[in-house]
């Protein structure tokens, strides 16, 4: 069974950093285009970051770049999402998903295109 596992979250202070994972189970990651998303109470999800089955292109979303970065490593079947100077208003759940290769291996920010997803970690960042 194909499943998607993330960690990594937590509370913690302005200005500081966390890093998230995304660990596959039951399948290789490695021709899987992975998108990290979030939600916020109240608000709608946003894609927050992709990368590319290869690892070769990335996204970023305006309100993270220069703060985020995604990377993954294929041996240990995992992606991941470095979070620095984060701020009050990164605080949401946030969620990794891969889309299908059968279908695309493109880095999207858009949710519906991702055919699977995590149950999600909570981010808080709060003094």
């Known amino acids: 069974q194909l499943q998607l596992v993330e960690s990594g979250g937590g509370l913690v202070q302005p200005g500081g950093s966390l890093r998230l994972s995304c660990a596959a189970s039951g399948f290789t990651l490695d021709y899987y285009a992975i998108g990290w998303f979030r939600q916020a109470p109240g608000k709608e999800r946003e894609g927050v970051s992709c990368i590319s089955d290869s690892g070769g292109r990335t996204n970023y979303a305006d309100s993270v770049k220069g703060r985020f970065t995604i990377s993954r490593d294929n041996a240990k079947n995992t992606v991941y999402l470095q979070m620095n100077s984060l701020k009050p208003e990164d605080t949401a759940v946030y969620y990794c998903?891969?889309?299908?290769?059968?279908?695309?291996?493109?880095?999207?920010?858009?949710?519906?295109?991702?055919?699977?997803w995590g149950q999600g970690t909570q981010v808080t960042v709060s003094s």
């Open positions: 998903a891969a889309r299908d290769p059968s279908i695309a291996t493109m880095c999207s920010r858009v949710g519906r295109l991702y055919d699977y």
